[in-house]
């Protein structure tokens, strides 16, 4: 593929320049944001976030801001996941769903204050949606953009590194907690969370001014433990299960079907718009869910189109993601597989661009 041509429509972000330092060697976009998907190469990339720490430039996680007296009831209209239990300082997972149950987008949501959130978007226009729904309503709520970047460390060091910038507190964070903590005299949110399984932090980055002075300060601090910048890995996202929203699925996926059943209550998330397409389907249960999947033979390649799924000459699904395990030895795959197929151990086999392979279903992932 040719270079992607740069323009205003593709935003650039406070650490770009940073990014360009460190020896950035891939992109992709994503909300019409740069977003760094290679630095040294995938494998060493993965590596080196398995043993080390990396700070990564994931501000293309744009803030939706709610702000106002009715900001609790619209963030409830938007998930099924019922927020009534949810206090200030934590961060939820939480499905989006339109008025037929179909997932919109799988954001984080940080709840700063009673009347005041952040949802932390996935790659999907959410702000267009989320403003209709306050507008239609008539909802007492401002809906915006604000200037929010977050930057994630993450790895085994991220602890003992984020502790050199913002003290010893960073410590007791707890998961999918937040903790307000200065840098150059502003107040930031530090959370505990992040797009891997190796552990770390996601620093909401308010004001793109300071986005320079943190990332330097990261990298000089982060000497000792081998810092490096890095992004979300394709091989350790597949190895943990963690989804792509618009690879791995769509508007055209319900939660349960994403195997995201256990963060919704649909039930109790009364106003959620949702709510009853998906106490139907959830009535009935899916058909088709998302899977790991185990693709046997040579390394395979990236995956940028669906891969079919077959049993015999019968489609069973689709693979939307795949990549070589070093540390499994394996192919590590997911993807929509029908009910039928679903059940671990069952034996597959998938159409790559490079041929037919055996594959076999597991009902975990691998971290
Ligand atoms: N962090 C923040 N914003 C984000 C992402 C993020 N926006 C875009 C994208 N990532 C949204 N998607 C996800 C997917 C998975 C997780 C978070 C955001 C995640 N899942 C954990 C898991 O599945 O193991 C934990 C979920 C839980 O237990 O609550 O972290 O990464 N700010």
């Known amino acids: 593929m040719k270079a992607i041509a740069l323009s205003r429509r593709l935003r650039r972000t406070p650490f770009s320049e940073g990014v360009e330092a460190a020896g950035v060697k891939g992109y992709t976009v994503y909300n019409r944001m740069l977003l760094?998907?290679?630095?040294?190469?995938?494998?060493?990339?993965?590596?080196?976030?398995?043993?080390?720490?990396?700070?990564?430039?994931?501000?293309?996680?744009?803030q939706v801001e709610l702000r106002g007296p009715d900001a609790t009831r619209l963030m409830q209209m938007l998930t099924p996941r019922?927020?009534?239990?949810?206090?200030?300082?934590?961060?939820?997972?939480?499905?989006i769903v339109d008025e037929t149950g179909g997932m919109l987008n799988d954001p984080v949501a940080v709840k700063l204050a009673e009347d005041r959130w952040w949802i932390s978007i996935a790659d999907s226009d959410l702000l267009l949606w989320v403003k209709g729904i306050a507008y239609g309503y008539r909802l007492d709520v401002l809906v915006d953009e604000p200037d929010v970047s977050p930057l994630a460390v993450q790895g085994p060091k991220a602890d003992d590194l984020m502790a050199d910038i913002f003290g010893n507190a960073v410590r007791d964070i707890r998961f999918f907690r937040f903790k307000e903590l200065e840098f150059a005299g502003r107040k930031l949110v530090v959370a505990r969370s992040g797009y891997s399984k190796q552990g770390g932090f996601e620093i909401y980055v308010e004001g793109s001014d300071i986005g320079m002075p943190l990332w330097n300060?990261?990298?000089?601090a982060g000497k000792r433990f081998d810092v490096h910048a890095g992004c979300p890995n394709l091989i350790e996202r597949i190895e943990g299960g963690l989804l792509s929203y618009g690879n791995d699925m769509t508007d055209d996926n319900?939660?349960?079907?994403?195997?995201?059943?256990?963060?919704?209550?649909t039930q109790s998330a009364i106003g959620c718009v949702g709510r009853d397409a998906l106490l139907r389907v959830a009535q009935e249960g899916p058909v088709r869910q998302i899977r790991a999947v185990e693709i046997h033979g040579d390394p395979v390649g990236g995956c940028d189109r669906l891969?079919?799924?077959?049993?015999?000459?019968?489609?069973?699904?689709n693979i939307s993601s795949a990549a070589y395990s070093p540390d499994f030895n394996t192919n590590v795959a997911m993807g929509l597989i029908r009910m039928t197929h679903w059940d671990e151990g069952s034996e597959v086999d998938v159409i790559t661009p490079d041929g037919v392979r055996p594959a076999t279903v597991r009902e975990t992932f691998w971290i």
């Not at 019922?82 to 499905?95: I, S």
């Not at 319900?254 to 209550?265: K, Q, Y």
């Not at 015999?312 to 699904?317: N, T």
């Open 36 to 62: 760094p998907t290679v630095f040294r190469s995938v494998e060493e990339d993965y590596r080196h976030l398995k043993d080390a720490v990396q700070v990564w430039d994931v501000s293309c996680e744009r």
């Open 82 to 95: 019922d927020l009534r239990t949810m206090v200030v300082g934590q961060c939820y997972y939480v499905p």
């Open 217 to 220: 300060a990261l990298m000089e």
């Open 254 to 265: 319900t939660p349960h079907e994403c195997g995201l059943g256990r963060f919704c209550n």
């Open 307 to 317: 891969w079919p799924v077959m049993a015999g000459d019968m489609q069973v699904g």
